[in-house]
């Protein structure tokens, strides 16, 4: 019975941290998606000229090479460090689909 009961601690005390860096992955993931619809919303709707566009593409893709290679350093993970450099490089990007979306120029 106590080997049950420590088994079954030592599973609920790892469990949220699985979870966690699960969903902190679905969060990236979602994030790429939300901005790739935020930008094709902007070309669809004329905010965004072909320039403006062709640059945010690249800054994306930048973004997914540099998570791949950070996958590809630490076994397909990515460290606290990794995710967090992820993010505010999302947060920047997120500001130049704004400011872009929202500036004088249409295409």
């Known amino acids: 019975m106590k080997i049950t009961t420590l088994a079954l601690a030592a599973f609920m005390a790892a469990a949220p941290a699985a979870f966690t860096a699960s969903a902190q992955a679905q969060d990236i993931n979602q994030r790429k998606e939300n901005q790739q619809d935020r930008i094709a919303q902007g070309v669809k709707s004329g905010e965004l000229t072909p320039g403006e566009t062709a640059h945010l593409e690249n800054q994306e893709k930048d973004i997914n090479h540099e998570e791949k290679d950070m996958r590809k350093t630490d076994d397909g993970h990515l460290t606290s460090q990794d995710r967090k450099a992820i993010h505010q490089q999302?947060?920047?990007?997120?500001?130049?689909i704004y400011r872009d979306k929202h500036n004088a120029r249409k295409s």
């Open 90 to 96: 999302q947060n920047a990007e997120s500001r130049r």
